[in-house]
T-cell receptor, first 112, second 110 residues
């Protein structure tokens, strides 16, 4: 199984809503990542978890709150987002940092 | 992170022709160079990668070459097919993560 599964695939939310994005992998990978991707741009790193601990936060606004409940799951909690936060949010995992990332299909988020 | 430059930004080829995408990187400590293919509405998919102790790697119709001295690496797709149409990203490891190039939109016309 080389799959990273993300739910939901699409999400529309208002600026006052609270929602969560979910990610799951069963490859035994110990590093998990959240990326944000705008149309026609490369993925931008947001957060890195290593062995279930947050190791990197790329100066992401506090309206994005990551959580790693266990080694297979990664969540991204969203609250009071802005329209400019509309993007494709990608989860990825890897056996080790900086190597062979496997991406999920992403959640296409629209903030109204 | 350190820069990864990718060219061209768009590439159109006829089916059966070859396509070449080039990237340069700036961090001399980078030692892992993957290539990703991203189709519309999907996440990036790893298609081939190369480590710094190897100069070339091939997998069927795709190959990657690396010149560590010049700090550049290239993706070569031979006998292109319409299903090769997608956005391709190169990347290099640097610091704690991968740095991505800006992407190349490849269109293969029948």
């Amino acid at each position: 199984d080389t799959e990273v599964t993300q739910t939901p695939k699409h999400l529309v939310m208002g600026m006052t809503n609270k929602k969560s994005l979910k990610c799951e992998q069963h490859m035994g990978h110990r590093a998990m990542y959240w990326y944000k991707q705008k149309a026609k741009k490369p993925p931008e790193l947001m957060f890195v978890y290593s062995y279930e601990k947050l190791s990197i936060n790329e100066s992401v606004p506090s309206r994005f709150s990551p959580e790693c409940p266990n080694s297979s799951l990664l969540n991204l909690h969203l609250h009071a987002l802005q329209p400019e936060d509309s993007a494709l949010y990608l989860c990825a995992s890897s056996q080790a940092h900086r190597e062979k990332l496997f991406f999920g299909s992403g959640t296409q988020l629209s903030v109204l | 992170g350190e820069n990864v430059e990718q060219h061209p930004s768009t590439l159109s080829v006829q089916e059966g022709d070859s396509a070449v995408i080039k990237c340069t990187y700036s961090d001399s400590a980078s030692n892992y160079f993957p290539w990703y293919k991203q189709e519309l509405g999907k996440g990036p998919q790893l298609i081939i990668d190369i480590r710094s102790n190897v100069g070339e790697k091939k997998d069927q119709r795709i190959a990657v070459t690396l010149n560590k001295t010049a700090k550049h690496f290239s993706l070569h797709i031979t006998e292109t097919q319409p299903e090769d149409s997608a956005v391709y990203f190169c990347a290099a490891n640097s610091g704690y993560a991968l740095n991505f190039g800006k992407g190349t939109s490849l269109l293969v016309t029948p």
